[in-house]
């Protein structure tokens, strides 16, 4: 699967549920083109929570994500919940907050053996409350 942004998207009004767990993780590919995803929202409860619950052999690029408000129990990303063996190039994450419980991040919940370059958050808040 190869996805391209060719405008904005604003998720403004929109409660997201995260797509593709950890048993169905997202392995295509994608590029933002430099376009932003606005006002991502996420209240959940569940684990692998982000755009993306989860990813495996993914290529994620030029994906510019703005004011995201992200709540999750593990695996919490504003990009990626749980990234493996995923190219993350030229992303980033411009304001808002990110919350769960445990591997959480601004980019990326948790990571194992991928390759992130040229990417960045900027975030108000990341927090973790380390619970079981």
Do not use: H, Q
């Not at 004011?67 to 999750?72: D, Q, R, S, Y």
């Amino acid at each position: 699967m190869t996805e391209d942004l060719f405008k904005d998207i604003d998720f403004n009004g929109i409660d997201y549920t995260s797509l593709w767990t950890d048993d169905d993780p997202f392995s295509g590919i994608v590029n933002g083109n430099g376009y932003k995803i606005k006002n991502l929202t996420i209240d959940s409860t569940e684990e692998y929570v982000g755009l993306f619950g989860a990813t495996v052999g993914a290529i994620i690029e030029n994906v510019i994500i703005e004011n995201v408000n992200i709540k999750g129990d593990r695996y919490v990303g504003a990009l990626i919940g749980k990234a493996f063996l995923t190219t993350i190039t030229n992303c980033g994450i411009i304001g808002g907050t990110v919350e769960g419980n445990n591997n959480v991040g601004g980019l990326i919940g948790y990571d194992d053996s991928s390759e992130i370059t040229t990417s960045y958050t900027e975030l108000d808040l990341v927090k973790a409350n380390m619970s079981d």
